[in-house]
């Protein structure tokens, strides 16, 4: 299996991983424990698996965010629960999410066995830690029991590799963290600038000082969107993000990986269809290519 089928097949199960954050129930867990706020939810949640960090640790391995969101959250979270019992409070949402969402018989089904068992597999063949900070943090964390809880857990962990090769890329072409958000919105194919703007936490004054830089670099042009240069960095930012994290999907082969997104996307599209996204989070074009 080559490194742009692993990459097409990692997309086509994201959603089936970021739900998470915008599920009521995992909010409500989170809320349950005395977390206030999506920035608090969303941070403290996420980085719950790499143990009591400060907002720098979350700052570098989150990479787009905006310092002073990540500095809301933390070390506030910790002062009103422990790591572990944030993550375990995100894994009861996930749970209770996934069973209103897909229903008691696809929860209990021998489909969601063998994607579980699929996906795990997947996961259990990504080759090591080495330079994976974040995903370091969550392969620490214990296998779930329940099939749909195992599925999930594995596409976490995927979706972790694969996000910290990705920051791995976007430095190795010179991208910040802001430089990286504002490319990837001048696509067309990703978030709004909009959303992007308020999820990340950046003011539009650091927004509009990047693009104006990036416009000088030669990466976008006067009316924010890509120039050729622009998208060619991009690519080269895809295609080895695609590169680093094939591994664990090559290992298991592509027929493997066919059925797992036989079984998977069909729950993937009840899940988007449940609309758990925020309204206008995404550009035009969003899914039209990587």
Not at 1 to 16: K, N
Not at 77 to 89: C, D, L, Q, T
Not at 238 to 254: I, M, N, Q, S
């Amino acid at each position: 299996m080559d490194s742009a089928a692993a990459g097409r097949a990692a997309r086509a199960l994201e959603l089936l991983h970021s739900f998470t954050y915008f599920a009521p129930e995992v909010h409500s867990e989170l809320g349950e424990l005395g977390l206030e706020g999506a920035a608090m939810k969303y941070v403290a949640s996420r980085v719950a698996p790499m143990g009591k960090v400060g907002p720098g640790v979350a700052t570098a391995t989150f990479y787009n965010f905006a310092p002073r969101l990540i500095e809301v959250a933390l070390p506030a979270a910790w002062e009103i629960a422990a790591p572990s019992e944030v993550y375990e409070a995100r894994v009861r949402g996930v749970d209770a999410a996934m069973s209103r969402w897909l229903g008691a018989d696809v929860i209990a089904s021998q489909e969601m066995t063998e994607a579980a068992e699929l996906a795990a597999t997947v996961a259990r063949s990504i080759p090591g830690v080495d330079g994976r900070a974040l995903f370091a943090g969550y392969a620490d964390q214990p296998w779930p029991e329940a099939p749909h809880l195992v599925f999930w857990h594995a596409l976490t962990l995927l979706r972790e590799y694969r996000g910290d090769g990705h920051v791995a890329a976007l430095q190795g072409a010179g991208l910040s963290g802001l430089d990286a958000l504002v490319t990837h919105t001048a696509s067309g194919i990703g978030f709004s600038a909009e959303f992007a703007k308020a999820n990340r936490g950046w003011t539009t004054d650091e927004w509009d000082e990047t693009e104006t830089a990036l416009r000088s670099g030669g990466l976008i042009n006067r009316a924010g969107e890509l120039t050729g240069d622009g998208f060619e960095v991009r690519e080269l930012v895809e295609d080895l993000t695609d590169d680093l994290a094939v591994g664990p999907w090559a290992a298991v082969g592509e027929r493997a990986v066919e059925r797992l997104l036989d079984l998977a996307v069909p729950w993937r599209d009840t899940i988007a269809d449940s609309g758990p996204l925020p309204g206008r989070m995404f550009g035009p074009r969003f899914g039209d290519a990587r």
